[in-house]
Structure formats: structure tokens, C-alpha cells
């Protein structure tokens, strides 16, 4: 299995025990990074982890960091995100995996999740990849998923947003008709903003026309954290 990508969202927890190096961040468990980010205010983080949320926080990056419960419970969500982020890795070996913070962010470009050129529809191979993150997601049902769609840099802008919107919700739709719960699933339409490889190569452009998703702990989860950290 390859190495799954994770960041701790923890720089209070950094300063105030001295550390110095991202390595001694990593170093740390899950359930000390929910306490280290319960110990700092949102304001704080916001302002450390700025430049990585992207415009208005409204990216899959944002929107973990956006819903950081923090404390012994955002340790306990730490650990339970912990397992769905590995059977997910082993369910899609073509997805980008990452732990951040409290929350799951995948990244699904044409490896895993591709579509026609200019079209919103999934491809079977789309398809076929998603099938086997459904087992996963109802594996795991007290979990909000959050669907960023995604284009290059080709065509106007208002096309790309429309474009971007339509295939985030073409996968959401697709998820649905899976058996995973609509209420459980937000999409958002980001055009080519946010890219993550250079648009002037056709390598790069195919890397950003991609699908990101955000997995955050429901209402339900996080009341079972904190009752289980209050017994602690």
C-alpha cells in the first residue's frame, strides 16, 4: 500500500512545547494534535494555516480545518478517521489519500475519477472507482462528504465554474444512487481555481481537472467523542 499523506494541524501545539521542525509535528499522535489544536483559538489556526486553505477556505483542505473539534474528543475523531483513511487508500490505490488534521481529504484526478472532454458524465472507469468507495462510506456513516469538482484553464471562466459544478454533482448523484445518503453529501463547484500543476503543459492540465473530496465527522460522531473523552 503506498504511504498515505498526513498533516497535523497542530502549530499552537508546536510553539508551546518548542518545537521547531514540521518532523517533530509528525511525531505526534492524533490525540495529542486534538488537544494541541482544543488549546488554540480558530482565529489562530486560521491565521497560521492561511496560505494552505485556499481562496475563502472553500476547498477540501478549508473545510476540515473549517470543522476542528479539537481536545481529547478531536483525538478520538482523529483515530476513527485514521481507519477509514487506510481502508479508503486500500479500496482506490489511484486516489490521493491524506490525513489532515480531524478530517480525510482525497484528491480523484483521471486515474481514478475522469470524465468525457467538456462533459460532466461519468466515464465507466469513473464509475468503476467509485464503486468501491461506497463499501467505505457506509463502512463509516457518521461522516459528512464534501465534493469539490474541478477543471483546467481552458474555456471561460463562468463555463468552468458551471462545468466544475455539474461533474461534483454528477458524482454526488452517482454516490446516491449507491445507497449513500444525499443528506451526507455537499457539493461545490471550484472551476480552474486552485490548480495543482501548471496549465500550460497537457500533463498539468489533466491533473487539475479533478474531483476532491472532504471527510468530516457528523453531528452524531462528535457528540459520542466528546461523551467518551468525558468519561476519560
Known amino acids: 500500500m503506498k504511504t498515505m499523506k498526513i498533516y497535523a494541524v497542530a502549530a499552537a501545539f508546536m510553539f508551546s512545547i518548542g518545537f521547531t521542525s514540521c518532523e517533530a509535528v ?19 489556526i486560521g491565521g497560521v494555516l492561511g496560505n494552505n486553505v485556499g481562496k475563502g477556505g472553500n476547498t477540501a483542505l478549508g473545510a476540515i480545518i473549517g470543522g476542528v473539534v479539537g481536545g481529547a474528543a478531536g483525538g478520538l475523531i482523529g483515530n476513527r ?25 482525497i484528491t480523484l484526478g483521471e486515474n481514478s475519477v475522469n470524465f468525457d472532454l467538456n ?16 463499501p467505505v462510506f457506509n463502512e463509516y ?14 474555456g471561460a471562466d463562468d463555463y468552468n465554474l458551471k ?17 449513500i445518503s444525499s443528506a451526507r453529501i455537499v457539493t461545490i463547484g471550484r472551476g480552474e481555481a486552485d490548480p495543482i500543476a501548471d496549465n500550460s503543459t497537457a500533463e498539468g492540465m489533466r491533473q487539475n481537472r479533478r474531483v476532491e473530496f472532504a471527510i468530516t465527522a457528523n453531528e452524531k460522531m462528535i457528540q459520542e467523542a466528546q461523551q467518551q473523552a468525558e468519561k476519560k
Open 163 to 179: 462545468l466544475s459544478e455539474q461533474r461534483a454533482a454528477s458524482v454526488k448523484t452517482y454516490l446516491s444512487g449507491k445507497g
Open 119 to 134: 462533459k460532466s458524465t461519468l466515464t465507466s472507469t469513473a464509475k468503476a472507482n467509485l464503486d468501491k468507495l461506497v
Open 141 to 154: 456513516p457518521d461522516t459528512n462528504i464534501q465534493i469539490f469538482g474541478y477543471t483546467d484553464s481552458s
Open 81 to 105: 478517521m485514521d481507519k477509514q483513511a487506510q481502508k479508503i487508500d486500500q479500496a482506490l490505490p489511484g486516489a490521493e489519500v491524506e490525513r489532515v488534521g480531524e478530517g480525510i481529504k
Open 26 to 44: 509528525k511525531n505526534t499522535n492524533n490525540t495529542q494534535r486534538g488537544v494541541a489544536i482544543g488549546a488554540a483559538s480558530g482565529a489562530v
